[in-house]
């Protein structure tokens, strides 16, 4: 199970934290990360880290969303800055691991202009 905390309404310019926490039989070896879906369009990737701590960032994210986890709390965290009208989305967390993918509920992220 995957839960994701940390959306909400903000100006742009500025920031959010995101935070999902993984539970229930989590394997040592697996990846977690962010995508998001914004009105009328598909699922994109964000960005994600991997259990040995290798990141990968969309272009979209790179130089302004930073991605990282807390192994021993099975925990991601996405911190987004200079935030953009167009980073308005639902944003999911996500954990691949043993070639099953997981994903959380969902949380709104909406900035204004």
């Known amino acids: 199970q995957l839960q994701a905390f940390g959306g909400g309404l903000v100006e742009a310019g500025g920031s959010l934290r995101l935070s999902c926490a993984a539970s229930?039989?989590?394997?040592?070896?697996?990846?977690m990360g962010w995508y998001r879906q914004a009105p009328g369009k598909q699922r994109e990737w964000v960005a994600r880290?991997?259990?040995?701590?290798?990141?990968n960032y969309a272009d979209s994210a790179k130089g302004r969303f930073t991605i990282s986890r807390d192994n021993a709390k099975n925990t991601v965290y996405l911190q987004m800055n200079s935030l953009k009208a167009e980073d308005t989305a639902v944003y999911y967390c996500?954990?691949?691991?043993?070639?099953?993918?997981?994903w959380g509920q969902g949380t709104q992220v909406t900035v204004s202009s």
């Open positions: 880290v991997s259990s040995g701590g290798t990141i």
């Open positions: 229930g039989s989590i394997f040592s070896i697996n990846v």
């Open positions: 996500h954990l691949l691991q043993r070639m099953a993918n997981y």
